[in-house]
């Protein structure tokens, strides 16, 4: 017999999960499903983890960037208590509290792989004994996430290789690693595992940069950052090839160029697809294997009775998981029948690579903004302009830009790089997400010595009529 719930929603991933606490809090019965870890792959194999494994690199180069910590800090750094603290992040891959968490919010749990069956109907196989059959009074939210995207390149699909599960859960440190694909996940395994101890780690990018998403400037100084520490960077460059004699024998890749390229691990990591292709879009009318198409409430468009909805990476607009959070409480809000409109991933999606430097940036580049037509102006100041960097160590370097609509004269994009930047990125969100106007800016006054200042030496060069300042000058604090 049929369970009713007022929600059912697929996937317990952070976009899952925060959509089972919003309706939860409203009162609604909710049924979240679960095939594998409530937490989903931001809480054991991508954001948690990822980031755990970059800290203490970070922590040991911030500390030598600093006369007087460098000192003490001349020992190398201890791989296994990195990987041990990464293993307690995950909570040695379980999702015990999180289990707990939904207990405490009245939601009930039901373990096993979901599909569609038709309108507001859930299947759930567990494995053993019937499937159950979950019905939605209210609404069904998708929520099932993405997996790795393995290209066509001969050879790839039938070695052993590493996706974003295995680069983030590895119990060893590899001594040579090949990373295929410089965005984001790319660049920050690839600095992660050398910091941890790789011998050898290169990167290469079938694009002109690292970063390809973001200013170019950004992926160029991530790049002399390698540079630094010995990741090889390969730009433009295809890999057409990859081969392993034996699954314990190293991986030997080929290039475009003809190039050879021989490494114990290769990581994967070009992109994402969406977990639609067996999740029942067809009995409701849906094409499987894509993102599944939403409106700005996040409701599946071309589904009659607005009762499914799909939110995260599942419906491909912007794959981060405050994206997806925010989504959940969009959608919501919306099955509620609360005015709402999904409009933050119009151009407006914050986002940081956390390698060192770091890359926050939020809205438009440059060519974006173009694109679409804006009348783009462009302020560029260096991080070294504020006191804070100085005090922050010696050598520390990195870059401001805002993009500009000069018609409105509102900022549109903003792209910070360098050490430790990621808290200045909100204050760019609210300016563009407020719209707020250059002029009022200048009233928004940064803490001295602050990085924030950076916001006073943009609002400095615009007003100058600059397009950038000279990258070795010191700012007002000089
Ligand atoms: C290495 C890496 C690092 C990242 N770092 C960051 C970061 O620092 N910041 C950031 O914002 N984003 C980051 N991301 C992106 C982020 O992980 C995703 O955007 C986020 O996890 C998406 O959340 P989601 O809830 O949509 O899906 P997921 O987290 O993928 O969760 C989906 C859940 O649905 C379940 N599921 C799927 N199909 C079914 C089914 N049929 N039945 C039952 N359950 C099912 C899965 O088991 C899973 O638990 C990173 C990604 C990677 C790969």
Not at 31 to 49: N, T
Not at 131 to 157: D, N
Not at 223 to 232: H, P, Q, S, T
Not at 431 to 443: K, P
Request: hydrophobic share 45%.
């Amino acid at each position: 017999m049929a369970e009713r719930f007022d929600v059912v929603v697929l996937g317990g991933g952070p976009a899952g999960e925060h959509a089972v606490g919003r309706c939860t809090v409203a009162g609604l019965t909710t049924a979240l499903v679960e095939q594998e870890l409530v937490g989903g792959e931001c809480s054991y194999w991508a954001c948690m983890p990822s980031k755990t494994l970059l800290r203490p690199g970070q922590v040991l180069a911030a500390a030598r960037r600093v006369p007087g910590a460098a000192q003490a800090v001349s020992g190398r750094l201890d791989a296994d208590q990195a990987l041990a603290r990464r293993d307690w992040m995950t909570s040695g891959w379980d999702d015990k509290g999180q289990v707990e968490w939904l207990e405490r919010v009245g939601a009930t749990l039901v373990r096993g792989r979901g599909r569609l069956v038709g309108e507001r109907t859930v299947a759930v196989d567990a494995g053993e004994g019937p499937a159950r059959t979950l019905t939605a009074r209210c609404a069904v939210i998708l929520a099932t996430g993405s997996s790795p995207f393995i290209p066509p390149i001969e050879g790839l699909h039938g070695i052993r290789r590493w996706d974003n599960r295995a680069v983030t859960s590895a119990k060893a440190v590899p001594a040579r690693l090949l990373v295929l694909g410089g965005g984001a996940v790319g660049a920050e395994m690839a600095q992660a595992w050398r910091r941890l101890g790789t011998r050898e780690v290169s990167v290469v990018e079938a694009a002109e940069r690292l970063l390809p998403g973001e200013e170019p400037f950004a992926g160029e100084e991530v790049a002399g950052a390698f540079a630094d520490e010995g990741i090889a960077v390969i730009l433009g460059t295809k890999m057409v090839a990859a081969r392993r004699v034996a699954d314990d024998a190293p991986v030997v890749a080929t290039l475009e160029d003809g190039r050879v390229m021989t490494a114990d691990e290769i990581l994967v990591a070009v992109g994402r697809r969406p977990n639609t292709a067996d999740i029942g879009l067809e009995t409701v009318g849906l094409e499987p294997g894509r993102p599944v198409p939403v409106d700005d409430t996040l409701c599946a468009a071309g589904v009659p009775g607005s009762w499914l909805y799909a939110i995260g990476d599942v419906n491909g607009r912007a794959l981060f998981t405050h994206m997806g959070k925010y989504q959940a409480r969009i959608a919501v809000d919306a099955l509620l029948r609360r005015p709402v409109c999904d409009e933050a991933d119009h151009g407006m999606v914050p986002r940081v690579t956390f390698t060192d430097p770091q890359v926050a940036s939020v809205g438009l580049t440059e060519r974006q903004a173009r694109d679409r037509g804006v009348s783009v102006r462009v302020v560029r100041v260096p991080l070294q302009a504020t006191a804070a960097a100085a005090v922050a160590g010696e050598d520390v370097t990195g870059t401001a830009q805002l993009v500009i609509d000069e018609a409105r004269q509102v900022v549109v994009g903003a792209t910070f790089t360098g050490p430790d930047i990621d808290g200045l990125l909100h204050s760019a969100t609210v300016a563009i997400v407020g719209e707020v106007s250059m002029d009022r800016l200048r009233h928004a006054v940064a803490a001295f010595p602050t990085l924030s200042e950076v916001w006073l030496e943009l609002g400095l060069a615009y007003r100058a009529g600059r397009a950038s300042s000279d990258p070795d000058a010191k700012g007002a604090w000089s």
